[in-house]
């Protein structure tokens, strides 16, 4: 599903110049569910950020052995998605302003949108600015954009912080519908327990002293 390779993430200017915060010689990840543990600083959002085509690095990052992120930049970020740990969105748009801008670039199939208002319901603050917004409503509406079009791997940063319960139940089960019925894959951080989720991890890494190594 997603190959890394000659990964080496700088600094600097991402290249092998400066200092080296990450380094992944290979790393192959399967169809699946996999979770990355390590501590604050680790290099996990880094890493999250870098295959979601947000930060420049040296190396390979290829999706299905078909797209790769600089090679292939439209096909790849059409077909990978990622919800931030702590977004920030432009003060004055409001979440149905950014859903349906992200909707239209990934193209959302029709009814999908509606779909997700209600999963982790955002329909009560769907017209205010998201500078009225707390964290616990940046973080669904980050949640909402990034499961938006038909994704092959979504990355999900910390999801469970500042979620209630109840949303995070209906995530999770949608998050499970979409791996079991369509085989999307799941990249997922968390520093809470991630049994929580109730989902079924294929793989578990560490992230930490600039290395990703396997634990399971």
Do not use: C
Request: net charge neutral; charged share 15%; no cysteine.
């Amino acid at each position: 599903m997603l190959t890394v390779s000659n990964f080496i993430k700088s600094y600097s200017n991402g290249g092998s110049n400066g200092q080296p915060v990450l380094t992944i010689p290979n790393l192959h990840l399967p169809l699946g569910i996999h979770y990355f543990q390590g501590g604050n600083g680790s290099g996990k959002t880094t890493f999250f950020r870098t295959v979601a085509g947000l930060l420049p690095f040296s190396g390979e990052i290829r999706l299905n052995d078909q797209y790769e992120v600089n090679r292939d930049p439209e096909a790849y970020r059409l077909r990978v998605n990622y919800a931030e740990a702590e977004p920030l969105y432009p003060d004055f748009l409001s979440a149905r302003d950014l859903a349906e801008f992200v909707g239209k670039a990934k193209q959302a199939p029709a009814g999908q949108l509606n779909a997700l208002v209600d999963v982790l319901g955002v329909r009560a603050f769907w017209t205010q600015p998201t500078g009225t917004f707390s964290s616990g409503m940046l973080k669904k509406l980050s949640l909402l954009l990034a499961l938006l079009g038909t994704p092959q791997l979504v990355l999900l940063d910390e999801p469970l912080t500042t979620l209630d319960v109840d949303t995070a139940a209906r995530l999770f089960d949608y998050v499970r519908q979409l791996h079991t019925d369509q085989g999307v894959s799941f990249l997922l951080t968390s520093h809470q327990d991630v049994s929580l989720t109730g989902l079924p991890i294929t793989s578990s890494w560490q992230v930490g002293k600039g290395k990703i190594v396997s634990v399971s």
